[in-house]
């Protein structure tokens, strides 16, 4: 080690008691290594008194707003429900049943030897029929108490594309995004993101599939860019997660 | 709760518990932007937009992984981010003076004299000496917490520790 390591070394209090006797011997000894120590030692130790700084009051505020607001989101989708025109109304009911016929079917076709019973009927039932609220907590439930299995997967998929809730089909995403990594979920993914045309759907589709860092993502991101009849924000959050994906980590 | 626990709720979608994290977490992100820029009014934006990420990243983060490397890697990303998309404020950088800032801490335990030293001292040395310095003599990262941020091995980090050390004393003298 040569003299200048172990004065570092001697700082960072790296060096065993043995090490530590022996160079404190050889300062004694050595007045230039004793000022060398002493020069390294001042400096590190008026790097170490910086004291740190408080931010303003602004931007603990700035985020609290921010949170309140991303907290807000699926109560403020549930309130626009409140809102709708009878014949949206009906519209509504009409996508409910046809959500829980495409579960149900699904189902009915899935064979009777594979875990199925990580579904049970009730599940079906809430994400088929019930309120916006339990059909998301439904969807997360299922995703954060059950290992990636091919019936759930598959239910999520169907929830994703044909919930008539936009909150519900978001949460669908969320919860696949937890299998991103898996390569079945991003492909998955990658073809709802062509199929899907709900612009706010697609733009976490992209966001979850970004957080995989992988290649496909990547390139299915810049094929869409060659079309002309993209939604504005769903381009700029693909130029954005572009390159992310080519700086990232 | 620990930071894992609480990025378990913010992943069940309990954001309320992002407050907690912003609180523990958000000077100590702030002071690595402001050491590393120098910019007090720049690194409050940066730590809005770590702390942003964390909400929209949430399911990336791994339970197992030490919560404060994974935030620091991401802050360190995000400065990235903003010297790519604004190559022009990193070559101006040491133009710009040190902005004293009226939420200075007061308990700042340098004389002015020495304090302006130090930072014209961190200035000079080179970025990764920098970052290297703030992450393991401020924030107190182990170097296998470092070693996570950087993007390199916990040897690797103890040797830059070094470097940064001798090269930090260099600028100090001379500054």
């Known amino acids: 080690m040569e003299r200048e390591e172990k004065i570092i070394a001697y700082l960072l209090n790296e060096l065993n008691t043995e090490e530590r006797a022996d160079f404190e011997s050889a300062m004694h000894a050595d007045p230039e290594l004793k000022q060398a120590f002493l020069s390294y030692q001042t400096s590190l130790s008026s790097l170490d008194k910086l004291a740190a700084e408080t931010p303003s009051i602004e931007l603990k505020r700035k985020f609290e707003s921010f949170l309140k607001n991303e907290i807000a989101k699926p109560q403020a989708h549930q309130n626009n429900l409140r809102i709708l025109s009878p014949l949206k109304w009906m519209g509504v009911a009409a996508s409910i049943l046809l959500a829980g016929f495409f579960l149900n079917q699904f189902i009915q076709d899935a064979p009777t030897n594979s875990d199925f019973n990580t579904i049970n009927p009730e599940w079906i039932q809430t994400v088929s029929t019930g309120k916006t609220s339990e059909r998301i907590q439904a969807i997360h439930e299922i995703t954060d108490k059950n290992d990636l299995d091919p019936t759930i997967l598959k239910a999520i998929e169907e929830v994703m594309y044909n919930d008539q809730s936009s909150n519900v089909r978001l949460a669908a995403v969320e919860s696949l995004g937890q299998y991103v990594h898996q390569s079945e979920v991003q492909l998955m993914l990658i073809e709802a993101l062509q199929k899907i045309e709900t612009p706010i759907i697609k733009i976490e589709i992209i966001n979850t599939l970004t957080q995989n860092k992988d290649d496909k993502a990547k390139d299915t991101f810049e094929a869409m860019l060659a079309k002309n009849d993209l939604n504005d924000a769903v381009r700029n959050e693909l130029h954005t997660n572009i390159r992310k994906l080519e700086n990232i980590y | ?175």
Request: glycine letters at 2%; hydrophobic letters at 35%.
């Open chain 2, 1 to 175: 709760m620990t930071d894992s626990e609480l990025m378990a709720k913010v992943k069940q979608g309990e954001l309320r518990f992002m407050s907690d994290i912003f609180n523990r977490h958000h000077v100590s992100i702030y002071n690595y932007f402001k050491k590393m820029t120098g910019r007090p009014s720049l690194s409050e934006d940066l730590t809005q937009t770590v702390f942003e990420k964390v909400i929209r990243s949430k399911h990336a983060y791994n339970e197992q992984s030490a919560f404060k490397a994974w935030l620091f890697k991401m802050a360190k990303n995000s400065l990235m981010d903003h010297y790519r998309s604004n190559k022009k404020m990193q070559i101006t950088y040491d133009k710009i003076p040190e902005q004293v800032s009226f939420y200075d801490d007061d308990s700042e335990k340098l004389d002015p004299d020495l304090k302006a030293k130090v930072h014209n001292a961190l200035k000079r040395i080179k970025h990764e000496h920098k970052e290297i310095l703030i992450l393991t003599r401020f924030e107190n990262l182990q170097y296998a917490e470092a070693a996570a941020v950087v993007g390199i091995s916990e040897n690797a980090v103890k040797a830059r520790v070094f470097r940064a050390i001798k090269s930090f004393k260099e600028a100090y003298y001379n500054s």
